[in-house]
C-alpha cells in the first residue's frame, strides 16, 4: 500500500470551506473545487512523504509495475476519485464515448495542441462515465425532461419571447426530435439580445402570483453572471435533481449536465475530456456539444445500491469501477479486488494487507495494489473506497432503470 497525496483543483466554481471542513485542512481562502485522487496524465496523485517512492506521481510508480498494480489490463487505472465543493454552478457540458475520445484526442495530438491549452478539448483517449454521490445536500442538472413538459415551460414565455416561441414550436406535439431540435435552436441561433429577452421573460414569469417557480428561476439566477448566455435556455428544458445525503446518480458518457451546489464524491472513468456548450469562461464548442449529446441514450440512472453490514456499496451500470462507504467500527474485511484507493472522511482507521498495514486519518488516502490481495481495516470512523467493477469494459448491466427528475 502506498498512502498518497491528492490533488487540489481550485476552479472559481469551487467552495472556500466545503472541502476543507470534510478533510480536516485549514481553508486558505481560495475555493477547493475539486481533490482528485487518480493516476490521470494531467494531475495525478503522488506518493506521501514517508513512503517509498516519495514524491513520485502514482502514475509513475503503476507504469514501472501494471500488472502488480493494476492486474491483468492494458495499464491504466480504470477510474478516478474526487471530492467535489460546488458553491456555483459549474459549465453545461458533456462528456464523448469512446469512440469520439479515442478519435479527438489522437486528432488533437496529431495538431501538436499542448495538454494545458485552453483550447484543448481531449485530454486523453479514454471515456468518462461518472457517478456522484452526495456527502451533503447536491443539486444538479441532468438529461432533459419530457418535451410535453419543456413546452408546458415555454408557452407562458411566448408572447414576450422569440426564442421561448420558436423553442416551443420545436416541441409541438407530432414534431420529431423536438428536443434536439429545441437545443439546436438554442445553441446555434440564439442570439445573445434573444437569450436576454428569454430570460427577462422568465423573470416576469417568476414574478408572477403563485408558490411555485417552476423551471424559471435558475436561468434567472445564472443570467446575473452569464447575461445572454445561449445554454440558459437549455437549462429550462433539463431535469434538475436534488440528492439528500447518502444518494447517487450516474451519468452515462453523452448525458449534458450541470453541477449546481453542494458536497459530494464523484467517481469516473480515467478521463478528462469535456464538451462545454457555455456558463464559464473556459473554451466552448455548442455545435459539438449538441452532437456529442447521447439521444437515444437512457441519461441519469441511479446505480444499484446494497448494504452488507458496515459496508454500503454503489455499482452503477458499469464495469469499470464501483464505490463503498463503510463505518468501519471493528475488524472489517472486503471482497473487493483489483487496485483501490481509499480516502478516509471521519476517524481513524488502520488498513491490513498480505504485504503490511497502514494507518488513515481523516483526509489521509491510500492505494491498495491488486497483487496484495484483500484489504482490512480495523478502528472507528468512515472511509470511502473505489474499486473496479465485478468485471470490465464499458457495457451496461442489470438493475438500473432510468431515474425520475
Known amino acids: 500500500m502506498l498512502r498518497l497525496d491528492h490533488v487540489l483543483r481550485d476552479y472559481p466554481w469551487g467552495s472556500v470551506d466545503q472541502v476543507p471542513r470534510l478533510l480536516g485542512f485549514a481553508a486558505t481562502g481560495r475555493p477547493v473545487a475539486e481533490v482528485w485522487l487518480g493516476a490521470h496524465a494531467t494531475a495525478s496523485a503522488a506518493v506521501a512523504r514517508g513512503e517509498d517512492d516519495a514524491g513520485a506521481s502514482l502514475r509513475d510508480v503503476i507504469s514501472r509495475n501494471p500488472v502488480a498494480c493494476l492486474g491483468p489490463g492494458d495499464g491504466e487505472l480504470p477510474f478516478l476519485l474526487k471530492i467535489l465543493g460546488v458553491a456555483e454552478a459549474l459549465s453545461l457540458q458533456v462528456h464523448p464515448g469512446a469512440e469520439q475520445s479515442r ?65 416551443a414550436e420545436a416541441l409541438a406535439p407530432g414534431q420529431r426530435d423536438g428536443v434536439r431540435a429545441a437545443v439546436d435552436i438554442a445553441l446555434t441561433a440564439a442570439a445573445p439580445e434573444a437569450v436576454i429577452e428569454f430570460t427577462a421573460a422568465c423573470r416576469r414569469q417568476l414574478a408572477a402570483p403563485g408558490d411555485d417557480p417552476g423551471p424559471y428561476a435558475l436561468p434567472v439566477a445564472l443570467a446575473k453572471r452569464y447575461p445572454g448566455d445561449r445554454a440558459l435556455a437549455v437549462v429550462l428544458m433539463m431535469s434538475h435533481f436534488s440528492l439528500a445525503p447518502g444518494e447517487a446518480l450516474f451519468l452515462p458518457p453523452g448525458t449534458p449536465h450541470s453541477y449546481l451546489r453542494g458536497l459530494a464524491v464523484e467517481l469516473m472513468g480515467p478521463s478528462d475530456n469535456v464538451l462545454r456548450a457555455g456558463l464559464t ?77 497502514l494507518h488513515l486519518s481523516r483526509g489521509q488516502s491510500l492505494f491498495a495494489m491488486a497483487s496484495e490481495g484483500p484489504l482490512r481495516l480495523r478502528g472507528k470512523g468512515r472511509v470511502i473506497l473505489a474499486a473496479p467493477g465485478a468485471g470490465f469494459g464499458p457495457a451496461f448491466g442489470p438493475g438500473s432503470g432510468p431515474a425520475a427528475g
Do not use: C, H
Open 281 to 357: 469562461g473556459k473554451y466552448t464548442d455548442p455545435e459539438r456539444f449538441a452532437s456529442t449529446i447521447d439521444w437515444a441514450g437512457r441519461g441519469p440512472v441511479r446505480p444499484t445500491v446494497s448494504r452488507q453490514g458496515a459496508v454500503r456499496m454503489l455499482r452503477p451500470p458499469v464495469a469499470s469501477f464501483q464505490l463503498a462507504d463503510i463505518r468501519v467500527g471493528g475488524p472489517l474485511e472486503l471482497a473487493l479486488a483489483g487496485p483501490r484507493v481509499a480516502l478516509a472522511l471521519e476517524g481513524e482507521v488502520t488498513a491490513f494487507t498480505e504485504l503490511g498495514s
Open 103 to 167: 478519435a479527438g484526442f489522437a486528432r488533437e495530438e496529431a495538431a501538436g495542441i499542448p495538454l494545458d491549452s485552453p483550447n484543448r478539448t481531449y485530454k486523453d483517449p479514454n471515456v468518462k462515465p461518472e457517478m456522484v454521490y452526495a456527502l451533503g445536500s447536491f443539486e444538479l442538472l441532468a438529461g432533459f425532461r419530457r418535451p410535453d413538459e419543456i413546452r408546458a415551460s415555454l408557452e407562458p414565455l411566448a408572447g414576450a419571447s422569440a426564442l421561448a416561441q420558436a423553442l
